[in-house]
């Protein structure tokens, strides 16, 4: 059968769209980002979904990889909900930002406190070591399309992400000036294309 569609490439047709010059009013648009609030951990108008009524307070506000996941009981909570991950926090926050839906939405407040929660660049939240390299690319777009210096997390301290970001992968990288994921999920594995996120990353860091 067809393919469903997920979170991830929907984050990559909305960066396309908007590359390309075309209007956030634009029906391809306005229908992405549907989408991306269908994947998104919070009950409401915007996603009427059982298992997003069912979420875990730590999984509220964060994103999932296919809301159809729950039609076939796959990686469902004992509550029924779903789990939220760190990259796919990123990604739904930068294509709410990318498409110029507002900070002061409820969708927008929510992913940012979900993220608050699970500040950090030591791994992947959810998904530990995979597709780590991913999480770098989508975690510099998203904190550079919300326009601050500074992110403060849930306990209140206070982070310079392109600082932090600079010398995590400054730590990573190998000797012959490549990067790899021990993790091979995701291909990362592969040197070309962790050393690509890695190398996209970095050009929002500014040099720090």
Known sequence: GASRPDLSNTQFFIDALIDAGISRDD????NAIKFVSRCQN?????N???????????DK???VYNPGAAKDKKGLTPEGG????GG??????????YAGVGKDDPRVKAAIAYLRRHYTLDENPGQKDSGLYYYFHVFAKAMDALGEDDFDDAKG??????KELFDTLKKRQGQDGSWTNSNKDLMEGQPELATAFALLSLSYTKGK
């Open 27 to 30: 029906p391809a648009v306005k």
């Open 42 to 46: 919070l009950a409401g108008e915007s």
């Open 48 to 58: 009427q979904a059982e298992w997003a009524k069912n979420a875990s307070e730590d």
């Open 61 to 63: 506000g964060g994103f």
């Open 82 to 85: 779903l789990r939220s991950t």
């Open 88 to 97: 796919l926090g990123y990604a739904g926050l930068k294509s709410f930002l």
């Open 157 to 162: 301290a206070k982070h310079d992400w392109r």
